[in-house]
Structure formats: structure tokens, C-alpha cells
């Protein structure tokens, strides 16, 4: 497990972290998170950074592929995250931030985190890329709605299309066909998931005592929720 500590440890005004409904998730959940929420520019140093993170990874993946599907597939996912990313280093630089600065100090971390989730096969890593940003785009959608008009911007960037179905596709064939990969694959998104929450609940400032922490449990509860339903769209038990 990765230990990652991100924050600046000072007082914040509460705010409210809510779960929106996106398709998979059902009814929004609402949690008041006392002092929970990160400053605003950590939000998007963070958000901006995970995009660019899943750009990283798919380009490599497509230099690896000698599958013009694959690479088409993986192409198309590339380009929406890197979309993403640039409307939000926009929003960055209109608040008069340097985006490299705001993205430096999460570097480190979430380079170690993608990394270690590299998988050995061209699967493994795609679907590192689904559950990891299926997970964390959820979680970041749910952290926006404590930013106001720009938490407003944040959520319209990541709820717009990810361009990944064709490579759900391509997952979904290689689970039908194979037994032995259906297997790999499965124990493979297992390992993947608690790295992943670390990874979310690293992005909140750390609870000071249990009526904190009880208050973040519903959001999780939803993220493992819509990340089952993606399993199971796999043809894979959560």
C-alpha cells in the first residue's frame, strides 16, 4: 500500500461532499464532511494531475499494442482524458495559478500509485485504467459540489464522456473467452480497489475523530456500489 500525505494541515470552513447519480450510482448521497474538503487548488492540482495520470498510461499502452483496435480503442480514451485535463488546468490558470504548480506537489504520489498498478499484461492495465478511473472520477465528482461554481465546471468536465467503451469491449471479450485471464483478471481488480480508496481517502483532510470518519463511510459505500455494477458489466464479481 502506498502511504501518501497531501495536505496542509490548517482549519477549513465545512462543506458538503455529496455522490451524484451517474447512471450507475443511484440517488445522490449527501454527507456533511466537517473540515474534510481540501483547499480548493488541491482539489484541482489533484484532479488535473489523475487525468494526465490516465493519458500517461493509456498512450503507453497504445505504443505497446501492435492492434490498430487497440490502439483506436485505447486512442479514444487517451484523447478524453486528455480533454479533461486541459479544461482543468483552464480553470487552474484562470485563478491565476501556474498548473505545474499545482499539480507538483501530488506528483510523487500519484506517479508511485499509477506505477504500482501497472499491470505485466496489456488487460491488466486496461483495466487498471477502468476501475481506477471509474473509482476515482466518481469520488471526484462527489468532492466538486464543495467548490461552488467552480466545483460546477469541475463536475461537467468529468461527467462528460470518457470515451472508454470500447475498451470495456475489449475487456468483456478477453473475460468471455478465456477462463484462465477471466480468472487473473478478477483477483487483479481485487488487489486494485483498496489501493484505489487510499487514494480517495488520501484526497480528504485526515478525520480528527470517529463522528469524522463515520460521516465519509456513505460515499465509499456508494463508490464500492457503482464499482460492483462495473464488475458485473465485466462479466467479473466485485
Do not use: C
Not at 481540501?38 to 505497446?64: C, H, K, N, S, W
Request: hydrophobic share 45%; aromatic share 6%.
Amino acid at each position: 500500500m502506498i502511504v501518501v500525505n497531501w495536505f496542509w494541515q490548517r482549519r477549513r470552513p465545512v462543506r458538503k461532499l455529496r455522490l451524484r447519480a451517474r447512471g450507475e450510482i443511484g440517488d445522490a448521497v449527501r454527507v456533511d464532511f466537517a473540515e474534510l474538503a481540501p483547499d480548493v487548488m488541491v482539489f484541482l492540482g489533484q484532479a488535473a494531475y489523475l487525468q494526465l495520470g490516465y493519458f500517461e498510461t493509456l498512450t503507453r499502452l497504445i505504443r505497446r499494442t501492435p492492434e490498430l483496435v487497440e490502439k483506436e480503442a485505447l486512442s479514444l480514451a487517451a484523447g478524453a482524458a486528455l480533454a479533461k485535463h486541459r479544461e482543468i488546468v483552464e480553470i487552474i490558470r484562470a485563478r491565476g495559478v501556474d498548473p505545474a504548480e499545482a499539480m507538483e506537489p501530488f506528483r510523487a504520489s500519484l506517479d508511485a500509485f499509477r506505477t504500482s498498478t501497472l499491470g505485466s499484461r496489456q488487460r491488466e492495465t486496461m483495466l487498471t485504467v477502468h476501475i481506477t478511473a471509474g473509482i476515482l472520477d466518481d469520488f471526484y465528482l462527489a468532492l466538486a459540489s464543495s467548490y461552488g461554481e467552480t466545483g460546477r465546471r469541475v463536475e461537467r468536465i468529468l461527467g462528460a464522456d470518457h470515451d472508454r467503451q470500447q475498451l470495456t469491449q475489449l475487456l468483456r471479450a478477453t473475460i468471455d473467452a478465456d477462463e484462465e485471464m477471466r480468472g487473473l483478471l478478477s483477483m487483479w481488480a481485487r488487489r486494485l480497489v483498496g489501493d484505489t480508496l487510499l487514494v480517495a481517502r488520501a484526497a480528504l483532510l485526515p478525520a480528527h475523530d470517529s463522528d469524522d470518519a463515520e460521516k465519509v463511510e456513505p460515499v465509499f459505500t456508494a463508490l464500492i456500489a457503482a464499482h460492483s455494477q462495473r464488475m458485473s458489466a465485466l462479466g467479473l464479481s466485485a
